[in-house]
């Protein structure tokens, strides 16, 4: 089959592999139907070291289920599934408590030997617990917002729903990509009254407005500060989600959250130490929470909301490439001349 491998910073390449086999009892084969790039792939884009062997890509997919192991329940040949980003066995005391992320018998794609999702096909750790099925007859062009749910989408919607977003609350979403116009969508489902999109891309900000963002602030730094402390009465807001993932974004964070507020981190941190002192989060009885979505605890209801029309999550993707020109993908997203690139194989 063919998957993609990253070598190095900028090298992409799409190469012919052995198909997936099943290695435990408790795995099965997904032929992949649709994937996609993920934003988080263009951080070891930029600085990951260089490899001999290269590393599988992708963790967002969606398909049919070809082979199940002999433990594996509640799955057969011919499934249509989607699979979270990031495999559980859903069934352990940290996963009933929702936080599949951090399961003790999880993993995630694209490393300790599994394959990624940018590929022909994957192999599904923990399958009974991490695949979740979608029945057969919904409208084809539904496709690529389902795939939202496999990470996308979902990652918004936990940044929402660990700041707490409610009916009346306001919220301000730092980072203009995909998953922070997806947390637009999901604030704005979750009854947010004010949401204030902090991002410069046009483009990006306009599907932003369409999905209820009620301001749109270019500005960053102190002055990006500023102006949402103007339009919030000096205050900041109840939530404010990072989406961004480096240190100005989070500085922003705490600049205009709102005394007593929260801040969500979706963006993954790249750096270690960050402000918690007085002037950040202590004054202000400011909380902190967020971190790799456990998407695989909201994704039936989301299933439901997609399928019946509520949301259209989907939007986020404005290119498409087959499997072999997966590298245009990613230029294309590090360049900023796309949001979100799907990959069919």
């Known amino acids: 089959m063919r998957a993609t491998f990253m070598y190095g910073p900028g090298d992409v390449r799409v190469e012919t592999v052995p198909d997936p086999q099943i290695v435990e009892p ?19 884009y930029h600085s990951m070291e260089k490899t001999e062997q290269g590393a599988p ?9 070809e082979e199940v192991g002999a433990e594996v329940t509640g799955l057969k040949p011919g499934d249509f599934v989607i699979s ?14 929702g936080f599949q992320t951090a399961c003790p018998h999880g993993g995630w794609y694209g490393v300790g030997g599994v394959g990624g999702g940018q590929a022909e096909a994957v192999r599904v750790p923990q399958a009974a617990g991490t695949l979740v099925k979608v029945l057969s007859g919904f409208d084809q062009a539904l496709l690529p917002s389902l795939l939202t749910l496999s990470d996308v989408y979902l990652t918004g919607y936990h940044a929402a729903h660990m700041g707490r977003v409610e009916a009346g609350k306001s919220v301000t979403v730092i980072g203009d990509g995909a998953v922070g ?15 204030i999109l902090m991002g410069r891309h046009t483009a990006r900000t306009d599907l932003g407005r369409d999905w209820g963002a009620t301001d749109v602030i270019p500005e960053r730094g102190e002055e990006g500060v500023a102006k949402v402390l103007d339009l919030t009465g000096g205050e900041g807001t109840h939530v404010v989600v990072e989406a961004v993932g480096h240190m100005p974004a989070y500085e922003q964070a705490y600049g205009v959250v709102r005394p ?6 979706v963006g993954i941190p790249q750096y270690e130490e960050a402000p918690v002192g007085f002037n950040s ?7 902190l929470t ?45 360049d900023r001349t796309r949001l979100k690139a799907l990959v069919r194989p």
């Open 26 to 44: 408790t795995d099965a084969i997904v032929r992949v139907t649709l994937a996609c790039v993920c934003g988080s792939d263009l951080h070891p």
């Open 57 to 65: 890509m992708g963790h967002e997919f969606l398909g049919v289920v």
């Open 84 to 97: 979270p980003f990031a495999y559980a066995d859903n069934t352990c005391a940290i996963c009933r408590d």
């Open 181 to 195: 116009l997806s947390a637009v969508l999901a604030a704005k489902r979750l009854g947010a009254e004010q949401i």
């Open 260 to 265: 007593g507020g929260i801040i969500s981190r």
């Open 281 to 287: 989060l202590f004054r202000k009885n400011a909380g």
């Open 290 to 334: 967020g971190g790799p979505a456990p998407v695989r605890a909201y994704i039936e209801d989301a299933i439901t909301d997609v399928l019946e029309g509520r949301i259209n999550p989907g939007r986020v993707f404005d290119a498409e490439v087959s499997l072999d020109q997966t590298a245009n993908a990613y230029r294309m997203m590090d």
